[in-house]
C-alpha cells in the first residue's frame, strides 16, 4: 500500500503515447475497478468526516484537509453497489474532475498499472444508459472496470448546458459542422446540447479512433475533410486512442492537418496548457461550463476565419 501512495505525483507525468496509468480499488468486493492516475492527488486512510444534513444520498460527509474542505462520496453506492461498510477502516482518493476536488471512499487501494490506450476498450454493449461503466481492459487476466465519474457527479451535482439568450450565437450565415469525439455518454450528450442550441451540425464518435476512421473514410472518399467539418472537439481520455493521440495522428497527416482542434477534458488545466502545444491542439477547454465552452467554439471560428 505504501508503494502505491508514495509514487502517485511522480507517475502523474506520463502523457502523450497513447498510454495511461490505472490505480486499482475495490469496492468490498472482488471485482476491481480502475481510475486514471492524472486524475489523482492523493489517497489517504479515511479522515473524519463532518456529516452534512440532508446531502446526497452518496456524500459520506466532508474531509478538512490542509485547510481545504473536500465532498467524501461513496463509490460504491454511487454504482449502484452496497454502501461501503467500515468507514473508519476504508480509504479515499482525492481526485480532480471538471474543476472540482473531491475524494471518492473505496474499501481498499490496489497497485498501478501501466497500459496501452488500445488495450481499454469500450463497455459490452447492451448494458444500457444507466450504467456507471465508461471503459473496460483486462490487466493479470482480471477484467477491470473503468467507471464513469463524469456522470457520477452529473446524476449529483447536475450539469448546466442551457446558454442565456444571445449567448453562442454564431450570427454567421454558414452552419459549423464539428466532430465531437468523447466517451462518455454523458459528456457527448452536454456537448451536443450546447452545440445544439448555437446552431451547429455534430457528428458523435465514441472515441479516438472512431473520430478518426470517420476522417480517413472521408478522404478515402475522395472528400475535402475541411469541408466536412470545420473543427474537432476531442476528449483527451478514451479507450482505443485517447484525444492526445489522435491530434498528433491528424497533425501528421497532410490530408489532415489543416483542421482546427479543440481538447476538450476533464484533467488538470496546467497540464494540458503544455500537451496542448506539444501535440498541436488550437485550444485547451476544461470540462464543463456550457457558456466558456459555446465562447471557446465562436473564438476558434472566428480565428479561423470559419465565420
Not at 484537509?65 to 449502484?80: E, F, H, N, S
Request: charged share 25%; glycine share 6%; aromatic share 4%.
Amino acid at each position: 500500500m505504501a508503494s502505491v501512495l508514495d509514487n502517485v505525483d511522480q507517475r502523474t507525468r506520463l502523457a502523450g503515447e497513447n498510454r495511461l496509468e490505472l490505480l486499482l480499488f475495490n469496492l468490498g468486493g472482488r471485482q476491481h475497478f480502475g481510475i486514471n492516475v492524472f486524475k489523482v492527488q492523493e489517497v489517504i486512510s479515511c479522515p473524519s468526516l463532518t456529516t452534512i444534513p440532508h446531502a446526497h444520498h452518496i456524500m459520506k460527509g466532508l474531509a478538512h484537509l490542509r485547510g481545504k474542505t473536500i465532498p467524501v462520496l461513496d463509490l460504491a453506492l454511487a454504482i449502484g453497489k452496497p454502501a461501503l461498510q467500515n468507514i473508519k477502516d476504508s480509504y479515499v482518493i482525492i481526485s480532480e474532475y471538471n474543476r472540482s476536488t473531491q475524494g471518492f471512499l473505496v474499501n481498499g487501494v490496489d497497485k498501478i498499472v501501466n497500459i496501452n490506450w488500445d488495450e481499454v476498450k469500450p463497455p459490452p454493449k447492451g448494458l444500457g444508459t444507466d450504467n456507471f461503466m465508461t471503459a473496460v481492459t483486462r490487466v493479470d487476466d482480471e477484467l477491470i472496470e473503468i467507471i464513469d465519474v463524469e456522470k457520477i457527479l452529473a446524476d449529483m451535482l447536475g450539469v448546466v448546458t442551457e446558454l442565456k439568450e444571445g449567448r453562442g450565437e454564431l450570427n454567421s450565415q454558414k452552419t459549423l459542422r464539428i466532430l465531437v469525439a468523447d466517451d462518455s455518454s454523458v459528456a457527448r450528450k452536454q456537448i451536443k446540447r450546447t452545440l445544439d442550441q448555437m446552431g451547429v451540425e455534430v457528428t458523435l464518435a465514441n472515441n479516438g479512433k472512431e473520430a478518426h476512421d470517420i476522417l480517413l473514410d472521408a478522404v478515402k472518399e475522395g472528400q475535402v475533410v475541411s469541408e466536412m467539418f470545420d473543427i474537432l472537439i476531442s476528449d483527451v481520455e478514451m479507450p482505443v486512442m485517447d484525444g492526445y493521440t489522435l491530434t498528433k495522428l491528424i497533425r501528421d497527416d497532410e490530408r489532415l492537418k489543416a483542421i482546427p482542434i479543440i481538447l476538450h477534458t476533464s484533467l488538470s488545466g496546467s497540464f494540458n496548457d503544455s500537451m496542448v502545444k506539444k501535440v498541436g491542439a488550437d485550444r485547451f477547454v476544461p470540462k464543463f461550463r456550457a457558456e466558456e465552452f459555446a465562447d471557446e467554439v465562436t473564438a476558434l471560428a472566428k480565428d479561423k476565419g470559419l465565420i
